[in-house]
C-alpha cells in the first residue's frame, strides 16, 4: 500500500508569515498533485509536478518534487487569509488510475 | 461545460435505508472516479470507470455499495442499508485518460 504522510496537520498563523507543508512518502510516484480545499467543497487541483526535482512557482506558493519523487513541499510566502484552508498532496500511481491522498494540512491564516 | 456535478450536495438519511448519488463528469472524459472523505481526513478512492467499464473497486467498497456508469456519461453510486459508519463526503473526479482528475463538489451523507 502506498501511503503519503502530511505535515503538520494543522498550522495557525499570522497574515504576512511565511509557512512549509511537507508530504512524504516510502513510495515513488509518477507525479504528484496538490489541492486545497475549503469546507463543504471538493478538492481544487493547484499544480502537478512530474520530474524529481522540479519547482513551480503558483505567485506566492512554491511547490517542490523530490529528487526520488518520494516527497514533496509546499512554501507559501506572505500568507493572507484567502490562503486559509485543507492543503491536500495527492500520488498519481505508475497506472495513473487513481490518486493516493494524504490525511491533509489544515492551515488557518489570521488577520 | 462548468466542470463535474454531483447531486444532491446533501443527504440526510436513517440507518437502513437506501441512497443514491449522481455525478456528472466533464463531458469530454471518460474515466469517472469516486473518493470518500470521512471528517479531517484526505480522499480515500472507492472506484473507477473508463467509459462504462467499471476497471477497479477498493476493498473500501463492501457488498454493500455498488456504482454504475451504464452509458458511459453520468454515474451512480448507491449505498444499501445504510450504516452510521457511511456517513462521509462522496467525492466524484473526471478525468481524459490519465489525465488531471478534475473534482466535483461532493456529496455529504449523513446516517443517523
Known amino acids: 500500500t502506498q501511503l503519503l504522510e502530511q505535515s503538520p496537520q494543522f498550522l495557525s498563523i499570522q497574515e504576512g508569515e511565511n509557512l512549509t507543508v511537507y508530504c512524504n512518502s516510502s513510495s515513488v510516484f509518477s507525479s504528484l498533485q496538490w489541492y486545497r480545499q475549503e469546507p463543504g467543497e471538493g478538492p481544487v487541483l493547484l499544480v502537478t509536478v512530474v520530474t524529481g526535482g522540479e519547482v513551480k512557482k503558483l505567485k506566492r506558493l512554491t511547490f517542490q518534487f523530490g529528487d526520488a519523487r518520494k516527497d514533496s513541499s509546499l512554501h507559501i510566502t506572505a500568507a493572507q487569509p484567502g490562503d486559509t484552508g485543507l492543503y491536500l498532496c495527492?500520488?498519481?500511481?505508475?497506472?495513473?488510475?487513481?490518486?493516493?491522498f494524504g490525511g491533509g494540512t489544515r492551515v488557518l491564516v489570521k488577520p | 461545460d462548468t466542470g463535474v456535478s454531483q447531486d444532491p450536495r446533501h443527504k440526510i438519511t436513517k440507518r437502513g435505508q437506501n441512497v443514491t448519488f449522481r455525478c456528472d463528469p466533464i463531458s469530454e472524459h471518460n474515466r469517472l472516479y469516486w473518493y470518500r472523505q470521512t471528517l479531517g481526513q484526505g480522499p480515500e478512492f472507492l472506484t473507477y470507470f473508463q467509459n462504462e467499464a467499471q476497471l477497479e473497486k477498493s476493498r473500501l467498497l463492501s457488498d454493500r455499495f455498488s456504482a454504475e456508469r451504464p452509458k458511459g456519461s453520468f454515474s451512480t453510486l448507491e449505498i444499501q442499508r445504510t450504516e452510521q459508519g457511511d456517513s462521509a463526503m462522496y467525492l466524484c473526479?473526471?478525468?481524459?485518460?490519465?489525465?488531471?482528475?478534475?473534482f466535483g463538489p461532493g456529496t455529504r451523507l449523513t446516517v443517523l
Open positions: 495527492a500520488g498519481v500511481t505508475a497506472a495513473g488510475n487513481k490518486l493516493t
Open positions: 473526479a473526471s478525468s481524459f485518460y490519465t489525465d488531471t482528475q478534475y
